[in-house]
């Protein structure tokens, strides 16, 4: 922006007798009015420049603005203050603390000579004095507490529950310090009996409501069937005993088990409560179930409180560790700058009136992202009416970095309204760009919301606009700069569709490509800002905006693709890129050669590059020998290995040699000396120029060379210590971008994520990726000064997590504010342009659009533009806005899966199509082998079989000899072995694939009888698997479980589906053969496995394997098919292969025999052993050399008969 200064602008330069708060809108040129208040301060000797404190947010714009001030004193020939502008107080609030602490280091109780910590030095350091906490602070008891008593999703190994333990405790540690509160008072430790029987009391109320309408005689059967079991359950769970006992007495008893066994009590009750009743017992039901949600939640934190103390006290030892690691080192961190800044000011008050003294004036720009600490500094050195701060809730979007946009909101419903100015011109955008984007968040912020964190309006100064203001000015931006005329709109929505986000991912990536190839070959969009020459748009005008870098390479590869030139400005992607990943493993094979996974990953990768077939027959050489040698171990012996071609043996030859020559020279070198050896011995660099985009490849080689270099300036590094600090920072997905092979001024189109691009602008920007769902992984420990530490605990008797109310409303809390956040982030993406807008997004096309207020900002706009999710809306131009004379135009571009370039033009396409359920009139017919009248395919599908049949007569040569069969394919094969080939090799979907493999498969109830809440047979067959599964749980928590499972189909399912699952499971486990399973020690449920067979990889999974009491290994398979007993032998005719093949495969891999192989049919009630005798898996064999032989040669004949009759492909074959 040049030119006169605006009205609101000017204020903001001149006013300088009291505190100024300034709103600045995007583009309102708020960095011109903190550059021009500053030289005028000076320029009219108000202050020096070393009388005026300036905090920015980055030390790029505490640079910009001392170049600006320096031209601003060049024009007035101020020559002296040109030259003290470099050494002003004009800096980020770190620098700044920094400086005051060096200044005053023997008041601050520092090493003057302190050094300050980088996130990765301190990240280590952490970790270290963890290690040392848990080694010399903490008990065996404590520890299993940590780990078996607080939820952890890794339950199944002791040294996975240990790693998350680590990470997340020192993530809470850094939440708390940040927060600025001692850790001693992060836990309160009140009686929460008084809560616990007051909510009882609420459930018994409304337990004697539910009564009094029950014995009402106008209730529905099925209501009443609803309601009585509600009233069974709760006087079945005594519940008022258990409350008694842990709650009523003079002294609280907490045992682990009678809290256990309440609270099951309490969820069972809970859990018996169903919606689906009448409209006058609906809504005490749902009030109970509330509660009862409630006082869960308030048992769960009640016997939460002891373990919080416990990771209280851990956590004040681990800082006593940490800050004595840091002393000892003469270290501080960020968060010490801030908390040791507050600390000297608040006890040395001496140093905090003479920084009052020294600075006339304080300026702070981007003041709505300041935390909490940083708040309190200023609030420790600022002077009445000498502070001015800049800043937009609006644009609010750091959070993730402890800002707090309530700080700024709370300023500006405090301040005068004398002392607030509003900025609300914007000299950026276009006019119809503003409109957009004013109608879009004139629906995300109504005029009456605060909750957003949005600013007084832009329009208008006075207090009494801000919350009474019309919905048509309270949010809206105002053009203010000129543009040429444009014939055709200046904001595009593309929306791509495909079967699913990652597919429509890659297709949105390809057409955000070809949309930017054609602008910049068309010529179609121009520079029409008239501060600027018209010129046409060239790749140097784009910008790609990304809200998560997570799937950033998909559309660096579609650039590329169309040879179009790229910067990535900012990512995450450098430890994570392919080159880096193989170099690191090659460096853990030279660690630890014994490593057999990274072995195998650099016998394939650039440094060896052997096939599949030569590793697996390498693996195979290993593994099968007498000796049980380690891979490794087999290098030596590669000559022998005739079925290894040449070229590979020769390969291996070499690296063997390669790597006795490493570990010759690797006691003898520095660590980076060592790497640059090996890249230079494997010409590895050089290799990573014959790769697409190999320029950057060799960069991000020569780039980890040099970080490594840095970091052994500091400390001596060995190899081990190396890759632990890279391993760790790929975990914490450290922000380190890859090595730049181009330059941001090259005629490149940048990628960028949005918070990067916070201050910038570009003349066309792509805001990409628009249908990510702003999702989180819920943090195992989380913390609020309202709540305190909380965390959610173990059940033992279930597995499964207990969440206390703390956590919750934690939950909630940071929720909320991420779903905030995120339509401000939405909001400074959009702002960003200047010419011309493009929103993009790839969609699921199954699935309909959702609730729009879940942080997704393809449903805002969706919303906003009254999009149809559906097919049918092919709007090419979308008009917004009533008045005709004052509309906005929006390009509206909808790619479907016919559209849709073929495979050469774009990503690999992924074959699909809708699987289309049988009709239950059908299943007589399909019963009887009676071919079903249904209408003869159009002459399109006709002509499409024929040709397809035309092509599949002929023996094609089929290269599967790395491919991993399932067991499933192979009876697919067994059942046909054409309908095979057409389904799992060429990737044709059937009518119904349910009954592939089952000529008799039938529902086992007509779904159209099927009242709304019960669930189709072949669903409840899918739950109870993961019921038995899961069976680790008391008899009185069955129906519990059954519900949740039940519920991923039917939030409110009916007891009627509840009790047939449990019906199946009791069943079971009332048998012989279940009670066998539940008395043995040693069993397996639900084993996936991979073994050879034949020099081919088959992979299945096993429902059960156990050893019974008589020491016989022996397999279960459950079926769920709903038959009778005169069905069960044709049945087993197809299972038989299945079951002498898990035998088969159990064998090889334990080396043990399997004595029993059975089949149990839940319904009827029936268990078949399987014949599992050499002779008997004499078809088995057959069938296995046909299936071999048919991938082989490509033949696969069509197994003619009545099941033809009903075959999904009987129209093309």
């Known amino acids: 922006m040049t030119g006169k200064l605006t009205t609101s602008q000017q204020k903001g330069v001149d006013i300088t007798d009291r505190d100024l708060c300034v709103v600045a809108g995007p583009g309102s040129g708020k960095t011109r009015v903190l550059v021009e208040r500053f030289a005028n301060l000076v320029i009219t000797r108000k202050a020096s420049i070393n009388e005026i404190l300036t905090l920015t947010f980055t030390e790029k714009a505490a640079n910009e603005m001392k170049i600006r001030a320096a031209g601003l004193f060049e024009q007035k020939g101020m020559e002296q203050e040109r030259q003290e502008i470099e050494f002003a107080y004009l800096s980020t609030i770190h620098s700044f603390c920094a400086r005051l602490l060096r200044e005053n280091a023997i008041e601050a109780g520092i090493d003057p000579q302190f050094r300050v910590m980088d996130e990765l030095e301190a990240g280590r350091l952490k ?55 001692p850790i001693a008072e992060t836990v309160s430790i009140d009686d929460l009996s008084p809560d616990i029987l007051s909510t009882y009391n609420s459930v018994e109320e409304l337990i004697k409501e539910i009564k009094d309408i029950y014995s009402d005689s106008k209730l529905t059967p099925k209501t009443r069937e609803k309601v009585e079991y509600v009233l069974v359950q709760w006087n079945a769970s005594d519940m008022r005993n258990g409350i008694d006992e842990l709650y009523c007495g003079k002294e609280k008893i907490s045992q682990k088990d009678d809290f256990l066994a309440l609270l099951n009590r309490v969820k069972t009750v809970q859990n018996s409560i169903a919606l689906q009743v009448s409209k006058d017992v609906k809504k005490p039901l749902g009030a109970l179930r509330e509660e009862l949600k409630n006082l869960i939640g308030l048992l769960v934190e009640d016997y939460s409180t002891s373990i919080k103390v416990m990771i209280r006290d851990f956590l004040m030892n ?52 300041i935390s909490g600490l940083q708040k309190k500094i200023i609030n420790l050195i600022r002077s009445k009416n000498n502070l001015f701060i800049v800043g937009d809730a609006k644009q609010s979007i750091y959070g993730f970095r402890n800002a707090d946009v309530e700080i700024f909101q709370d300023i500006q419903n405090d301040i005068d309204p004398g002392s607030l100015i509003s900025l609300n011109e914007n000299f950026r955008s276009r006019p119809q760009i503003l409109d957009f984007i004013n109608h879009i968040f004139n629906e995300l912020w109504p005029s009456n919301s605060t909750s957003q964190g949005t600013s007084p309006p832009y329009e208008g100064e006075e207090r009494g606009d801000v919350f009474n203001s019309s919905k048509d000015n309270t949010q809206q931006l105002k053009p203010g700069a000129k543009f040429s005329n444009k014939a055709f709109p200046s904001i595009e929505i593309i929306v791509v569709e495909g079967n699913d986000k990652t597919e429509a991912r890659k297709w949105e990536s390809m057409e955000i490509a070809k949309r930017i190839k054609e602008i910049v070959d068309n010529g179609e969009i121009k520079i029409t800002n008239k501060r600027e020459r018209e010129r046409r748009i060239s790749y140097r005008d784009f910008a790609i905006l990304f809200r998560s870098t997570t799937d950033i390479k998909l559309y660096e590869h579609s650039l590329s693709h169309l040879d179009i030139p790229y910067y990535v400005v900012s990512g995450r992607g450098f430890y994570n890129t392919t080159e880096i990943t193989d170099l690191i493993n090659l460096l853990k094979v030279i660690e630890s050669p014994l490593d057999e996974i990274n072995l195998a990953a650099v016998l394939k990768s650039p440094f060896v590059g052997i096939d599949d077939d030569a590793l697996f027959r390498l693996a195979d050489h290993a593994h099968s020998s007498n000796e049980k040698k380690l891979l490794y171990q087999s290098l030596d012996d590669v000559g022998s290995i005739k079925e290894i071609e040449e070229y590979s043996r020769d390969r291996i030859v070499q690296f063997t040699q390669f790597l006795n020559e490493v570990q010759d020279i690797k006691p003898r070198t520095s660590l980076w000396k060592l790497i640059s050896f090996v890249l230079k011995k494997t010409e590895f660099q050089s290799k990573m120029l014959l790769f697409s985009n190999g320029k950057k490849k060799y960069a991000n080689l020569r780039k980890l060379v040099e970080l490594c270099k840095i970091q052994e300036e500091f ?31 090259d005629d490149v189109v940048k990628m960028i994520t949005t918070h990067s691009a916070k201050g910038l602008e570009f003349p066309v920007v792509i805001v990409a990726d628009t249908n990510r769902d702003n999702s989180r992984p819920s943090d195992y420990f989380v913390y609020s000064k309202n709540f305190g530490i909380s965390f959610k605990i173990l059940d033992p008797s279930t597995n499964e997590a207990e969440v206390p109310l703390s956590y919750e409303r934690i939950n909630d809390e940071i929720t909320e504010k991420e779903l905030q956040e995120s339509k401000r982030l939405l909001f400074v993406a959009m702002t960003r342009a200047q010419e011309h807008l493009i929103l993009s997004g790839g969609i699921n096309k199954s699935r309909a659009r959702g609730d729009s207020d879940k942080g997704n900002w393809h449903n805002y706009i969706s919303a906003s533009l009254n999009l149809d999710p559906g097919p049918e ?20 571009s909808r790619v479907k899966e016919e559209n849709k370039p073929s495979a050469q033009n774009g990503p690999e396409e992924k074959t699909g199509g809708k699987s289309i359920k049988l009709l239950t009139r059908h299943r007589k017919a399909i019963a009887t082998c009676n071919k079903i009248k249904t209408p003869l395919p159009s002459k399109e599908i006709v002509e499409t079989g024929e040709n397809i049949l035309s092509r599949i007569t002929h023996n094609v040569e089929i290269d599967n000899s790395h491919y991993v069969y399932s067991v499933t394919e192979l009876l697919k094969f067994y059942f046909c072995p054409q309908l095979y080939y057409l389904n799992s090799i060429l990737g044709i979907q059937g009518i119904n694939e349910k009954s592939m493999t089952d000529p008799h498969y039938v529902e086992d109830e007509d779904e159209s009888r099927l009242n709304d809440d019960e669930i189709p047979g072949h669903e409840l067959g899918n739950v109870v698997h993961r019921v038995f599964n899961k069976y680790d749980f008391p008899e009185d928590n069955l129906n519990a479980y059954i519900k949740k499972e039940l519920s991923t189909y039917d939030p409110d399912t009916s007891q009627k589906s509840i009790d047939h699952v449990a019906k199946w499971v009791n069943t079971f486990y009332n048998s012989n053969v279940g009670k066998e399973v539940l008395s043995s020690k040693r069993y397996k449920r639900e084993k996936s496995f991979i073994f050879n067979c034949r020099h081919n990889l088959i992979r299945g999974q096993i429902d059960l394997f156990y050893f019974g009491e008589d020491g016989l290994l022996k397999i279960i398979d459950y079926k769920a098919n709903n038959i009778t007993v005169e069905e069960i032998p044709e049945k087993v005719k197809l299972y038989q292969l299945q079951m002498q093949l898990y035998a088969r495969a159990l064998e090889i891999i334990y080396g043990k025999t399997v004595d029993e192989t059975i089949l149990y049919f839940l319904v009827p009630d029936e268990s078949v052993v399987i014949d599992t005798s050499e002779e008997a898996c004499r078809e088995l064999d057959s069938t296995l050399d046909n299936f071999f032989t048919a991938h082989k040669d490509g033949n696969f004949k069509k197994m003619s008969g009545c099941k033809c009759e009903w075959c999904e492909y009987n129209t093309i074959c």
């Open 318 to 369: 681990f800082d006593i560790a940490y800050s004595e690691r840091k002393k000892v080192g003469g270290l501080i961190d960020f968060t010490d700058l801030e908390v040791k800044a507050i600390e000297l000011l608040k006890n040395n008050e001496y140093i905090a009136n003479e920084i009052k003294r020294k600075f006339k004036y304080i300026l702070v720009d981007e003041f709505q992202d």
């Open 127 to 181: 970790e270290q004095a963890l290690e040392s906490t848990l080694k010399e602070r903490t008990d065996e008891k404590t520890l299993d507490t940590f780990l078996n008593g607080i939820f952890w999703k890794q339950t199944d190994a002791k040294k996975s529950r240990l790693k998350s333990f680590r990470e997340n405790l020192i993530q809470l540690y850094e939440k708390i310090r940040s927060a600025c509160v």
């Open 715 to 745: 400390e001596p590094l060995v190899l081990r210590d190396f890759i632990e600090i890279v391993d760790g920072y790929k975990f914490r997905e450290i922000r380190e971008s890859e090595a730049p092979v181009e330059t941001e001024e």
């Open 873 to 892: 809306d092919n709007r090419e131009i979308i008009t917004l806005g009533e008045d005709s004379s004052h509309s906005i135009e929006v390009k509206h």
